[in-house]
């Protein structure tokens, strides 16, 4: 049943028919009987456009008990054990160093590229230091003919690209291979407490 808040004008009414009321609401019933017994305004609508609905105050949440706070502090130790667990397993075994196996974000795409590109730029410094040399010394202290020296600057040109290839190379495979041991180890795990 629907409840209707007393408004200062409708307590005033009943307060001037001696008409008292206990609670800070009526409902229609009460209001349909008073409105019959004392008929204080023309219409029954009349006396309806005094009121409004009642909102009955907030009740109070209800207190926690000792059950709820086991369960809830249960409940967050096992959701700190999963989120440990996630860490500490390897998410899988096809994780390599070209295909990873999650997106990469984007700082990590530019922290890779920024290493390629500073790598290409070293050996091609190495490259055009040899290359230089060569011509240098070729020219001033071997006394060379400029055909000879142009054979020898590519010679030793392609020599030292096909080294700093192989060097760069093996630093992969070799980071490649302690991947491999890293996810081959087997993991020892100890509980050291149990969540029931």
């Known amino acids: 049943m629907t409840k209707l808040q007393l408004t200062p004008q409708l307590r005033e009414v009943f307060n001037n028919k001696k008409y008292v009321v206990e609670h800070d ?36 949440p209800p207190k926690k008990t000792k059950e709820f706070e086991d369960l809830m502090a249960r409940l967050r130790l096992e959701a700190k054990e999963k989120e440990y667990r996630d860490l500490v397993t390897s998410k899988t075994e096809f994780d390599t160093l070209y295909e990873p196996s999650e997106p990469q974000s984007l700082a990590q795409t530019n922290k890779e590229l920024k290493s390629n590109v500073t790598t290409i730029i070293n050996i091609l410094v190495s490259v055009a230091s040899v290359v230089y040399a060569v011509w240098y010394w070729g020219g001033s202290s071997w006394g060379l003919e400029p055909g000879i020296k142009v054979l020898l600057c590519v010679f030793f040109g392609i020599l030292v690209l096909v ?5 760069y190379m093996g630093y992969i495979n070799k980071i490649e291979d302690a991947k491999q041991k890293e996810r081959s180890k087997k993991e020892v795990k100890k509980v050291v407490r149990r969540i029931l």
């Open 25 to 60: 609401y009526i409902t229609h019933r009460q209001l349909i009987e008073f409105y019959q017994l004392h008929k204080p305004t023309e219409s029954l609508r009349m006396l309806l456009k005094m009121t409004s609905i009642y909102n009955p105050p907030p009740s109070p």
């Open 163 to 167: 080294a700093e290839v192989v060097v």
